[in-house]
């Protein structure tokens, strides 16, 4: 006796797929921003309780360029999959 395997295939649909990485690229940009929002309160309070000012300073820039980096990545790669994913399931419809 043999037995048969049925392939459900689901409907691709190009603007579900684009909500959806629209919300988990909205939702990477909130976890980002939520971390370093985080990170600047924690260096902010340890550079007024330690007071050293110097130590601080450089602290700071070096959380503000570390932050701002990972922004700029977190953006493009969103972008990046956006576009990709658009491409793909738009040639895929076809």
């Known amino acids: 006796m043999r037995g048969t395997a049925t392939l459900r295939l689901q409907p691709i649909t190009l603007e579900g797929e684009l909500v ?10 909130v976890v980002v921003v939520v971390v370093v ?10 550079v007024v309780v330690v ?26 790669v969103v972008v990046v999959v956006v576009v990709v994913n658009y491409y793909y399931y738009y040639y895929l419809c076809r």
């Open 20 to 29: 959806n990485d629209f919300q988990t690229s909205l939702l990477g940009i």
């Open 37 to 46: 929002v985080v990170v600047v309160v924690v260096v902010v309070v340890v």
């Open 51 to 76: 007071g050293e000012v110097i130590v601080g300073v450089v602290a700071v820039v070096v959380v503000v360029v570390v932050v701002v980096v990972v922004v700029v990545v977190v953006v493009v």
